[in-house]
C-alpha cells in the first residue's frame, strides 16, 4: 500500500453539489441507486474518479447512457466530456456480511451506517474525500415489520407504505455534508423524546432511539444533550439548525459515536446508563460524549476538514470544547486532573514511542489509524494553549471569526490559526509548531533564591526529543503558568504569571522575595509538558497542602509520590514517611472537596511509574507500588475507615457531591483493603452486596477481585455475572475487571474468559473489554515468559479478519518494546513479527505493526 501525504493535497477536480440515495434495504442484499450531479472545478479534463470498496456494480450510466467507466485499484474512472454531467449507478452490498463495521452493516437486528473516515465507498461510487460538499436526498425502503422506523441526515420529508409488508421513508438534508456525515438507521427502535427551543426560538424535535427494553436508560443522556445545546449557545454563540436532531444507540461501534448530521449514531456505552448498571464514570462519559458530538454539529460539520491530515481541526478542538463543558458541569479541577491522567496515561506514550506523530500528520497508509490521542487529546490541549495565551475575551472572538469565515466549507488547521491570529492580535507563527512537530516538550525549571537582596531568578529550559522521521526539533511555545509561595508563611509571593518559554533557555526574574521561595509551575496543566525540577520532598508536601491551584496541589503530590516510587524500584527501598505525611494531610483537611481528596491520594499508575524509567522492570514497579499502598493503609487505618463511613450515602444521586462521596469510599476500601485488615474482604463484600448504584458494586468488585481471598472473589464473580446475564454493557465490565485484576494467575484467567460463551471479538467493546483491557495490564502483559504477548497476538490475528480498524488500535502496547528488558524486547518483536507475516494481513495492522518494529 502506498502513503498518503499532506503535501500531495490538490483541490478535487470534480464536485458534487448533489446526491439523490435510494437504498432497498434488507440485511443480506441492499441495492443502492445513487444519482449525482457532478461539476468540472476548473480548467482541466480530468476523467472523474469514484471511490468505491467492495461494491457489486449492478448498472452505471451517465446522463441516461450506459458509461464508458474503468475499474482503478480504489473505485471507478468515468471519462466526461462536458462541465456537469448526472451520473447513476445501482450496486448490490450485504450489511450483515459487513464484519467491518464500516459502510451499511447490521448490528442486533439494526442496519446502520459508519462512514468516517472512509466507508462510505463501501455504501455507493462517491468521490470519498472531505473537501466535496454535497445536499442530499435520501429514500429508503425496507420491510415494515423488521424496520418500522427509518432515519437519515436533515428532515423528515415522507413516507408511506407499499406492497408486500414495505414502507418507505424520504429524508433531505439542506445542510451541503461530505459524505462522511451520512448516515441512516432501520429498525425496530422506540425513542425517547423531548424538544427543545433555541435561542432564536427554533424547536427542535429531539429524540434517542433505542431498542425498548433500554428506553428507561437514556434520560441522562438527553439531558445531557439539552444541557449541551444551550452551553454552546452561552459559550460559542452556537445554534442548532435543523428542526429534528436524533442520537440512535448501537450495540456494535468502531468508535465511541459519530456526528452525523442530524442523526448521530453512538455506541450504546455513551448512551444507555442507570444507577444499576452504569458508574459514575460512565455516566460522565455518556454526558461528555453525548456534548462531544453534538459539539461537532459545528465543529466539523458547518465547517469540516478540507483532508484528513486535518483532523485534529474537528477532533482537538471539539475534545477542547467537551472538556470545558464537562468541566462547568461540575468540579473543574478534578475534570482537568482526569483529563491529564489520561493524556498521560495515552498520548504521552504514544509521543515517545513508534507510532509518534504530529497533530497535523504528514502522511498515513490508513487514516483509521490516525483517530488517535495524539490527534484527540493532544490537539485539545494545543487549543487550550491558544485559549491561554489569548485569553477568554480573545478566544471567543477567534472562534466566532473561524466560524463566520468558513462556515459551509471545509478548512484547514491553518485557517483556524489565522483567525485566532486575527481576531486576537497575536503572532502564533512559532506557536505552529505544535501542529508540526511530534514529542512530549520537556521543561527544566531550577528556581534561585538571594536572601539578601530579596532576588529570586527561575531558570527554565526545554527540550523536544526525537521521533520517528523527526531527528532534530526547533524550540516550541511553553505557556507556564507559574507562582510562588513562601515557605515560612505559605503566601503566595506576588500573584501567578503566564511565562512564554520560547527559546531553549529563559531566564524570569522575581523581585521582594522575602522569604525562601517554593515553585509552583505548569499550573493547572498550562502546557502538555513534562517538567523537571528540583524541588525536593518537603517543597512538594508543602505545595501538595497550601497551593492555591487544586491541579498544582495534585500535581506535586502526584510528583511527591513519583519521586518515591521511582527511588523504591531503582534502590529496592524509599523514604515513605513524606508521601504518609502528604495524604495524611490531605485526607483530614476538611476544606477539601471528597471529589478532589479520592484523586489525590491515588498513587500513580503502574504503567505511568514505567514511563519514567530508562527500562520498565513490571515486577519491580508492581511491588514498590503495592509496597507503598501497604504502608498508607496501615498507618493511615483509621483515617481511611473513617473516610470510608463519613462518605457512606443513604440513596443514590448523580451529583457532583455524591459522585465525590462514592468516589472517596472506593479509594479508602482499596487502601484499607492493601492495609491487610482482617475485615477488608467482609467490608468490601458487604459494598458489594448492599450497593444501590453499580460505581460503588463494581468498586467493591474491584478490591475483591484483587484483594479478597478466593471465596469471596469468585462468589463476587459469580453473583455479578449472573445478576447482570444478557446485559452486554455491565459483562463488558465483568470481563475487563478480571483482566486489569493484579493477581499473578490473571492471564491464565484471560485465557479462560477468551473461550467463555460470552466472548467474541465480532463485538469491540468486548473485544476491548478483554483483550484491550488485559495489555495495558503492565504486570500481567509482560509476563517474563512472554505468554501475554503470545495472547494478545492471537487475539489480534483473530480479530484482523473481522475488524481491521478495531484490531490495529490494539497494537501499541506490543510496539513498547524498547521500553523493556532484552529478553521481553526479543519476545514481544517476534511477536510482531509473527503477525506481520500473517498472511491477508489489513492496511491497518501493517502500518501499526510495521512502526511498531522500525
Ligand atoms: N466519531 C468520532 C468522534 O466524534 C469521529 N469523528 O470523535
Ligand atoms: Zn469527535
Known amino acids: 500500500p502506498r502513503a498518503v501525504r499532506r503535501a500531495d493535497y490538490r483541490p478535487p477536480e470534480w464536485q458534487v453539489p448533489r446526491i439523490a440515495l435510494d437504498f432497498d434495504l434488507d440485511p443480506t442484499a441492499t441495492r443502492v441507486r445513487a444519482v449525482l450531479e457532478v461539476e468540472r472545478t476548473g480548467d482541466h479534463d480530468a476523467p472523474l474518479h469514484l471511490d468505491g470498496d467492495g461494491l457489486e456494480p449492478l448498472s452505471i450510466t451517465v446522463d441516461g447512457a450506459p458509461a464508458e467507466w474503468t475499474a482503478t485499484d480504489r473505485g471507478i474512472s468515468i471519462a466526461l466530456n462536458g462541465a456537469r454531467h448526472r451520473i447513476e449507478t445501482e450496486v448490490l452490498i450485504h450489511p450483515e456480511r459487513n464484519t467491518q463495521l464500516m459502510g451499511l452493516y447490521a448490528s442486533g437486528g439494526l442496519l446502520c451506517t459508519q462512514c468516517e473516515a472512509e466507508g462510505f465507498r463501501r455504501i455507493t461510487f462517491f468521490p470519498d474525500r472531505p473537501d466535496v460538499l454535497s445536499r442530499y436526498s435520501v429514500r429508503m425502503t425496507a420491510d415494515k415489520a423488521r424496520f418500522p422506523v427509518l432515519l437519515a441526515n436533515g428532515d423528515p420529508v415522507g413516507a408511506g407504505d407499499l406492497d408486500g409488508g414495505r414502507h418507505w421513508a424520504a429524508w433531505d438534508d439542506p445542510f451541503p455534508k461530505p459524505c462522511y456525515l451520512f448516515a441512516l438507521v432501520a429498525g425496530d427502535l422506540v425513542a425517547n423524546r423531548d424538544t427543545f427551543v433555541t435561542r432564536s426560538g427554533r424547536e427542535v424535535a429531539l429524540g434517542i432511539w433505542v431498542r425498548s427494553p433500554d428506553l428507561a436508560k437514556t434520560d441522562h443522556a438527553l439531558a445531557a444533550l439539552k444541557t449541551s445545546m444551550r452551553w454552546d449557545e452561552d459559550v460559542y454563540g452556537r445554534e442548532y439548525d435543523l428542526d429534528v436532531f436524533n442520537i440512535v444507540a448501537v450495540d456494535d461501534f468502531n468508535f465511541g459515536a459519530m456526528e452525523n448530521k442530524g442523526l448521530n449514531i453512538f455506541n450504546s456505552r455513551y448512551i444507555l446508563a442507570d444507577a444499576d448498571t452504569a458508574t459514575d464514570y460512565d455516566y460522565d462519559a455518556v454526558a461528555a460524549v453525548v456534548a462531544h458530538e453534538y459539539f461537532h454539529n459545528w465543529s466539523g460539520n458547518r465547517v469540516t476538514c478540507r483532508d484528513w491530515f486535518q483532523l485534529s481541526l474537528k477532533e482537538g478542538f471539539t475534545v477542547y470544547r467537551d472538556q470545558s463543558f464537562s468541566a462547568d458541569q461540575g468540579s473543574a479541577a478534578v475534570k482537568r486532573i482526569e483529563d491529564?491522567?489520561?493524556?498521560?496515561?495515552?498520548?504521552?506514550?504514544?509521543?515517545?514511542?513508534?507510532?509518534?506523530?504530529?497533530v497535523r500528520p504528514d502522511a498515513y497508509l490508513e487514516i483509521s489509524n490516525f483517530y488517535t490521542a495524539t490527534i484527540y487529546n493532544k490537539g485539545a490541549e494545543v487549543i487550550r494553549m491558544m485559549a491561554t495565551i489569548l485569553g477568554p475575551e480573545k478566544f471567543r472572538a477567534g472562534s466566532d471569526l473561524y466560524f463566520d469565515r468558513h462556515d459551509g466549507t471545509a478548512a484547514t488547521v491553518e485557517d483556524f490559526v489565522c483567525a485566532m491570529e486575527d481576531a486576537g492580535g497575536v503572532d502564533l507563527a512559532q506557536f505552529r509548531r505544535w501542529y508540526s512537530q511530534a514529542g512530549t516538550p520537556r521543561v527544566s525549571a531550577r528556581l534561585e533564591h538571594e536572601a539578601g537582596s530579596g532576588r529570586a531568578r527561575l531558570y527554565l529550559r526545554q527540550t523536544v526529543p526525537p521521533t520517528p522521521g523527526?531527528?532534530?526539533?526547533?524550540?516550541?511555545?511553553?505557556?507556564?503558568?507559574?507562582?510562588?509561595?513562601?515557605?515560612?508563611?505559605?503566601?503566595?509571593?506576588?500573584?501567578?504569571?503566564?511565562?512564554l518559554l520560547k527559546d531553549d533557555e529563559a531566564e524570569v526574574a522575581f523581585e521582594t522575595v522575602t522569604e525562601p521561595p517554593v515553585l509552583s509551575i505548569n499550573r493547572g496543566f498550562s502546557a502538555p509538558v513534562i517538567v523537571e525540577t528540583d524541588r525536593g520532598p518537603a517543597e512538594l508536601a508543602f505545595l501538595s497542602a497550601h497551593d492555591d491551584d487544586p491541579f498544582a496541589r495534585y500535581e506535586a503530590m502526584q510528583q511527591l509520590m513519583l519521586d518515591t516510587l521511582v527511588a523504591a524500584v531503582r534502590h529496592g527501598r524509599a523514604d515513605q514517611a513524606p508521601v504518609v505525611e502528604a495524604v495524611r494531610n490531605t485526607l483530614t483537611d476538611p476544606r477539601l472537596d471528597p471529589a478532589f481528596v479520592a484523586e489525590a491520594v491515588l498513587l500513580p499508575s503502574d504503567s505511568f511509574i514505567g514511563d519514567q524509567l530508562a527500562v520498565v522492570d513490571p515486577e519491580a514497579i508492581y511491588q514498590a507500588r503495592e509496597g507503598l499502598r501497604r504502608e498508607l493503609g496501615q498507618?493511615?487505618?483509621?483515617?481511611?475507615?473513617?473516610?470510608?463511613?463519613?462518605?457512606?450515602?443513604?440513596?443514590?444521586?448523580?451529583?457532583?457531591?455524591?459522585?465525590?462521596?462514592?468516589?472517596?469510599?472506593?479509594?479508602?476500601?482499596?487502601?484499607?483493603?492493601?492495609?491487610?485488615?482482617?475485615?477488608?474482604?467482609?467490608?468490601?463484600?458487604?459494598?458489594?452486596?448492599?450497593?444501590?448504584?453499580?460505581?460503588?458494586?463494581?468498586?467493591?468488585?474491584?478490591?475483591?477481585?484483587?484483594?479478597g481471598g478466593e471465596e469471596a472473589r469468585e462468589a463476587a464473580l459469580d453473583i455479578f455475572y449472573h445478576r447482570y446475564a444478557g446485559n452486554a454493557l455491565v459483562l463488558d465490565k465483568w470481563f475487563s475487571t478480571q483482566a486489569l485484576s493484579?493477581?499473578?494467575?490473571?492471564?491464565?484467567?484471560?485465557?479462560?474468559?477468551?473461550?467463555?460463551?460470552?466472548?467474541?471479538?465480532?463485538?469491540?467493546?468486548?473485544?476491548?473489554?478483554?483483550?484491550?483491557a488485559f495489555s495495558v495490564n503492565q504486570r500481567a502483559f509482560n509476563a517474563e515468559d512472554g505468554a501475554g504477548y503470545r495472547f494478545v497476538a492471537d487475539q489480534l490475528i483473530a480479530l484482523d479478519k473481522l475488524n481491521p480498524q478495531t484490531a490495529a488500535k490494539l497494537v501499541p502496547p506490543l510496539g513498547r518494546w524498547r521500553r523493556f528488558?532484552?529478553?521481553?524486547?526479543?519476545?514481544?518483536?517476534?511477536?510482531?513479527?509473527?503477525?506481520?507475516r500473517t498472511p491477508g494481513l489489513s492496511k491497518d495492522m501493517l502500518e501499526q505493526v510495521g512502526k511498531s518494529l522500525d
Open 470 to 499: 523527526q531527528p532534530t526539533k526547533d524550540p516550541m511555545v511553553v505557556p507556564l503558568r507559574i507562582k510562588l509561595f513562601g515557605a515560612e508563611t505559605a503566601n503566595a509571593l506576588g500573584s501567578e504569571q503566564l511565562v
Open 742 to 772: 493484579s493477581r499473578t494467575d490473571t492471564l491464565a484467567r484471560v485465557v479462560e474468559l477468551s473461550n467463555h460463551r460470552d466472548f467474541t471479538l465480532a463485538n469491540p467493546n468486548r473485544a476491548r473489554a478483554l483483550v484491550g
Open 635 to 707: 498507618t493511615l487505618v483509621d483515617h481511611w475507615r473513617a473516610a470510608y463511613e463519613g462518605a457512606r450515602d443513604n440513596r443514590f444521586e448523580y451529583t457532583p457531591a455524591a459522585k465525590g462521596r462514592r468516589r472517596l469510599r472506593t479509594v479508602s476500601l482499596g487502601y484499607i483493603a492493601a492495609s491487610g485488615a482482617a475485615d477488608a474482604s467482609d467490608l468490601a463484600f458487604r459494598q458489594f452486596e448492599e450497593a444501590d448504584n453499580m460505581s460503588d458494586r463494581q468498586g467493591a468488585l474491584t478490591t475483591l477481585v484483587n484483594s
Open 340 to 358: 491529564v491522567r489520561s493524556l498521560r496515561a495515552a498520548q504521552f506514550p504514544e509521543d515517545a514511542g513508534p507510532l509518534a506523530h504530529p
Open 821 to 836: 528488558d532484552e529478553g521481553r524486547a526479543k519476545l514481544m518483536r517476534a511477536e510482531l513479527e509473527r503477525i506481520l
